[in-house]
């Protein structure tokens, strides 16, 4: 029964959702270890996504909540709907032990009366992000190299800095200074004026020949080159490589498409038609204000964007991001831990997401799979969690939170592939020593049904 079930509900694509999802949960709270400095508290909705993915083990989870606090003081009603969720009793009570209202962030580059002083005024005039061509021509027509970056810091670029087109520029006059200024205004739009819509993204204009292959007029549309983690782009599924053809309706063009964006009321939410692999197809995108310039994305910044990769079913990106916070801080856990989700849901590279769920593991995190847990010892009836595996031992927590289990490492007798209940499955199971001196066993499945992943699990669970 269980098979024929599954195959109605599971394959591959929906897998890989599923984990991502789980993905999406770990970040809520895990990135909140990466550094000793305040959090901001969990929300309401994003406590309650986060039960309901099951990404996190209750202990976990009590432990972040503990650490992050909410900014919401839980009534009857919110109660209530947490248990709905899946909640169980202590994490209900650890929310309503915590609750921190969040603290207002003051923006350094305003003074208390409102004015921004943190960078002298240039005088650029207002227009378009800059092409290529356009800058190349300020210099060649002896505009200085440091001029030119006050236009570029002012109104972006609308260009990927490549390095045949960074030799273009150097011939042309070009510095350093300013070869660095485009590289970091790749995602500006139209100003620097956090009043201003904002989609982030990197983009290039067609060649002809590219849109007339589309069926469009020459010099309209534009390729994406790059997508800003976590923009509102990045939200609503757009991806590298794509072309957007129309912005609610009207052609765009690399010239016009910034003005557009930049016209929109932030909080107002666009229609994006592209065209993905020859298809048109619309996505709906909530144009935000323009975000405050600031430093370099630290750890936590890191991981939080990709967990929106994630989201956007980009595990590419999720990794490359993974990776730049593994270098700034090759300490902490989170990355790791999603990075091993990445490499195995993504991508299926179970080898790649051994290695990330160990280093997970060892510096005190964990790795997180989805199984089913048989209930009565032939997989005829079951509940779908998440099983996890850290160095103290194992923990399982069901999508509705009526079933948990925990065994510490002392109490694990024996995990062993199944050669009979469920091994079409790809099951295992643990036997576990009771507090009596008997011993149980726990039957688990894998979600994907492969039996590759249930040797990971158990090779983790030996290990530590």
């Known amino acids: 029964m269980m098979r024929k079930q599954s195959a109605r509900c599971l394959n591959l694509k929906l897998m890989r959702l599923v984990a991502l999802a789980v993905a999406a949960c770990l970040s809520l709270v895990l990135a909140s270890l990466a550094a000793p400095q305040v959090k901001k508290p969990i929300s309401k909705k994003g406590l309650l996504e986060a039960i309901r993915l099951n990404g996190l083990s209750t202990r976990e989870l009590i432990q972040h909540i503990e650490q992050r606090g909410v900014n919401f003081q839980l009534t009857a009603e919110d ?68 001029r030119v970056e006050q236009f570029v810091a002012a109104r972006g670029v609308s260009f990927t800095l490549t390095p045949e087109s960074a030799r273009e520029i150097n011939a042309a006059g070009g510095t350093p200074s300013l070869l660095s200024a485009i590289k970091s205004k790749a995602f500006t739009a139209h100003d620097a004026s956090e009043t201003k819509g904002w989609l982030g993204i990197g983009f290039e204009p067609l060649t002809p020949q590219l849109a007339a292959s589309l069926g469009l007029p020459r010099g309209s549309g534009v390729i994406v080159k790059l997508v800003e983690p976590a923009g509102p782009a990045a939200q609503a599924g757009v991806w590298p490589g794509d072309v957007i053809a129309a912005f609610n309706g009207a052609p765009v063009s690399a010239n016009g498409l910034p003005q557009q964006i930049a016209n ?201």
Request: glycine share 8%.
């Open 79 to 146: 109660e209530a709907e947490f248990r709905a969720a899946g909640a169980r009793p202590e994490v209900i009570a650890a929310v309503r032990a915590n609750y921190r209202p969040a603290e207002t962030k003051v923006n350094s580059s305003h003074t208390s009366d409102g004015a921004n002083r943190s960078k002298p005024v240039t005088n650029v005039p207002p227009g378009p992000p800059l092409s290529k061509n356009e800058i190349i021509t300020l210099l060649q027509s002896g505009v200085s190299a440091a």
């Open 264 to 464: 929109t009321r932030p909080g107002t939410t666009a229609a994006l038609t592209i065209i993905r692999h020859g298809r048109r197809q619309q996505l709906l995108a909530t144009i935000a204000a323009r975000p405050a310039e600031g430093d370099a994305p630290d750890y936590d910044d890191l991981t939080d964007q990709a967990t929106a990769a994630l989201q956007a079913n980009n595990p590419q990106l999720a990794v490359e991001l993974l990776q730049q916070a593994i270098r700034l801080d090759s300490s902490q856990p989170s990355a790791f831990a999603l990075l091993g989700l990445a490499q195995l849901y993504g991508f299926q590279d179970i080898y790649a997401a051994e290695q990330s769920m160990r280093a997970a593991i060892e510096r005190g995190g964990g790795a997180v799979f989805r199984v089913y847990h048989d209930h009565n010892g032939f997989f005829r009836q079951y509940c779908q969690g998440s099983f996890f595996v850290a160095k103290t031992g194992v923990t399982f927590r069901a999508d509705d939170g009526q079933h948990t289990f925990e065994a510490h490492d002392g109490e694990i007798e024996e995990v062993k592939l199944n050669g009979f209940v469920g091994s079409e499955l790809g099951a295992f199971h643990l036997k576990v020593r009771q507090e009596q001196g008997k011993a149980k066993n726990y039957n688990f499945a894998p979600l994907t049904q492969q039996r590759v992943e249930s040797l990971l699990i158990m090779n983790l669970i030996k290990s530590y």
